[in-house]
């Protein structure tokens, strides 16, 4: 008979180590593509960084020092900015538009055909000295010596060089009479108001020469 010859078997790799293989395999592959890139890390990090401020941007005298030295601007209650205070004291408009009336009538006392004549020049002292107190900004000023002041002048200057002017200073000057010198109610900045266009009128009327008007 044949003699027959069997092979031993080869032993076969452990699953344990296949397991191991695949997922040390697996390990590397996830490593190299779930890593962050470098550059994006570099990207990231200068971006987030605040950037540093110059080295004399908070010098001594430099606009940064002095914005945050500075103080804000003074507010009132509502907050808005105070508004400086009116010469004329007291937010009295009679006495503000009196005074912008002022220069002009001392101008009108100083024209070279009218200054020489001496009750002018007594009647713009006096004018003058009605209504310093007033520029000066006392609150406690009255209203009333220059309103009867500025009347008086230009009936002076009337007298002087405007005939035809005679009742238009009569009635100026009467009406500065009743005045009562108060802006308070609404009546008394009525007459106020009333009186003092009718003398802002008939001073640009003696703006003009005398022979121009008739």
Not at 8 to 18: E, G, T, V, Y
Not at 96 to 119: E, I, K
């Amino acid at each position: 008979m044949a003699e027959l010859r069997i092979q031993p078997k080869k032993a076969a790799p452990s699953p344990w180590l296949l397991v191991g293989l695949a997922v040390l395999l697996l390990a590397a592959v996830a490593y190299f593509y779930l890593r962050p890139d470098p550059a994006d890390e570099a990207r990231a990090t200068s971006t987030s960084a605040p950037a540093p401020a110059p080295a004399d941007s908070l010098a001594p005298g430099s606009p940064a020092a002095e914005a945050r030295a500075t103080p804000p601007p003074a507010t009132d209650s509502v907050g808005t900015q105070a508004a400086p205070t009116s010469p004329a004291g007291a937010g009295n408009a009679a006495a503000t538009m009196l005074l912008q009336l002022s220069p002009t009538l001392t101008q009108l006392a100083d024209r070279a055909d009218l200054r020489d004549d001496a009750a002018i020049r007594e009647q713009r002292d006096n004018f003058t000295s009605a209504t310093a107190r007033l520029a000066e900004g006392d609150p406690h000023a009255s209203l009333r010596p220059g309103l009867v002041a500025a009347a008086s002048l230009l009936l002076a200057v009337q007298q002087k060089a405007y005939p035809n002017l005679e009742s238009e200073a009569n009635s100026l000057v009467q009406k500065a009479g009743l005045l009562s010198g108060r802006n308070a109610t609404a009546a008394e900045q009525a007459q106020n108001r009333a009186y003092l266009d009718q003398l802002a009128t008939l001073l640009n009327t003696m703006s003009y020469p005398a022979a121009d008007v008739l």
